[in-house]
């Protein structure tokens, strides 16, 4: 199933970081991995406060929030019940990052940045998209009146829009810091590898889409009754 981008009609801030089906599912998929080893405690979309830097020299905004997809701890914050626990100045061990389908990958490398100026010590940036069709808009020329070059009066045309398809991608993009990465795709690759987190997944469990099940009809068989006592009574009139 393909997945289709109109560039022409501007895009809303708020509905860039809009999740998607692919998108929930590699998160719970990689939330509930990564939860089955004892050492982590894994946050789904849990609020880090950034207080300490500036978020602007990342080009991210004052307002925006750093809540990663996914936080991994390994000495997560203590919260006694019934207290709860909004936001916290406590940054997780990995952070992982999953690329929405109206996301770039430059927005979220500006927040894989913010996260090691706050000592995070692993980042992960997930990329998880079907085949994508992109419909660009009509593109505005000048040209010549006359066809001429250095002709100083033009007129205003315009060409067919164009309709570019990306393929369906599937990859990891480990980093150790900002500019130390490996990206582990799943043409390539059996096990996505975090040196500094010590972490080994199958990658494709990741990106694994549950089959669907059957439900089987039930078997009818005889069920045995006690014996009963038929009585029939006739009248006559």
């Known amino acids: 199933m393909s997945e289709v981008i109109d560039f022409e009609n501007e895009i809303p801030d708020e509905e860039r970081e809009m999740g998607s089906f692919n998108h929930s599912l590699t998160q719970s998929n990689l939330t509930s991995l990564l939860h089955n080893d004892e050492r982590f405690t894994t946050l789904v979309e849990f609020s880090l406060e950034p207080s300490k830097i500036d978020l602007s020299q990342f080009d991210l905004k004052a307002k925006d929030e750093l809540k990663p997809d996914v936080c991994v701890y390994t000495n997560p914050p203590t919260v006694e019940p019934p207290d709860d626990l909004v936001k916290t100045t406590q940054m997780p061990d990995l952070a992982i990052e999953i690329l929405s389908p109206l996301q770039t990958v430059s927005e979220l490398i500006s927040k894989l940045k913010a ?3 706050l000592s995070v010590k692993s980042c992960w940036l997930v990329s998880v998209h079907p085949e994508t069709t992109l419909k660009i808009p009509k593109l505005k020329l000048w040209t010549p009146k006359n066809g001429h070059l250095g002709v100083q009066s033009f007129s205003f045309g315009s060409v067919s829009g164009w309709t570019l398809v990306i393929p369906a991608t599937q990859s990891i993009t480990v980093f150790s810091q900002s500019k130390r990465y490996k990206t582990f795709g799943t043409d390539t690759t059996i096990e996505i590898i975090d040196e500094i987190m010590d972490i080994c997944l199958p990658i494709a469990k990741v990106f694994k889409i549950p089959s669907k099940k059957v439900m089987s009809e ?3 068989g ?6 009963v006592l038929n009585i029939s009574i ?4």
């Not at 005889?222 to 014996?227: A, D, E, F, R, Y």
Request: proline residues 12%; without cysteine; positive net charge.
């Open 115 to 117: 996260y090691f100026a």
């Open 234 to 237: 006739s009248s006559s009139w």
């Open 222 to 227: 005889l069920v045995s009754t006690p014996n």
């Open 218 to 220: 039930p078997k009818l």
